[in-house]
């Protein structure tokens, strides 16, 4: 398959950061075996991406989605999302997702990364910090 025949990622913004410390675990084994896939394309092969404010390709296999922009734990994503939309200026279009990712860890300091994460359950345990501030 070539580059321009796979279809395009969407993302919701604060998967940009999520994405950067997924290590293989998750919400069940059909999220991760499909999270493990896109991770894989996004790090590795064809990053185009499209952003938008609502569920994404992850939350398409994630048993936590409730339905179109709809998840369990809705208030508590959207923050994420919000705040990575303030912090970063992220937009509804295309990006590369190995450029906006360089971008926000080159602007990511420990005040913002506390204020996006500290309400995931996964920020004590997950390489997300480690990953995304050492990634200047
Ligand atoms: S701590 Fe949670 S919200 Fe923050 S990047 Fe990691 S998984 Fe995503
Ligand atoms: S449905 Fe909710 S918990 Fe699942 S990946 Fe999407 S935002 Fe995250």
Redesign the pocket.
């Known amino acids: 398959m070539t580059e321009t025949d796979e279809e395009v990622i969407i993302l919701?913004p604060h998967h940009l950061l999520c994405t950067q410390g997924y290590s293989g675990n998750g919400?069940s084994p059909e999220f991760v075996e499909h999270m493990n896939d896109v991770v894989e394309r996004l790090r590795h092969g064809d990053d185009r991406i499209k952003i938008t404010f609502s569920?994404d390709t992850?939350?398409s296999c994630?048993p936590?989605?409730l339905g179109e922009n709809k998840?369990?734990?809705q208030d508590k994503?959207k923050w994420f999302d919000d705040k990575v939309i303030e912090y970063f200026g992220i937009e509804e279009k295309e990006y590369r997702y190995r450029e906006i990712i360089k971008e926000i860890d080159g602007k990511m300091t420990d005040g913002m990364m506390d204020d996006i994460c500290m309400r995931c359950s996964w920020y004590p345990v997950s390489a997300c910090r480690k990953n995304i501030m050492s990634n200047k």
């Open positions: 919701r919400y569920t992850l939350c994630c936590n989605k998840c369990v734990s994503v």
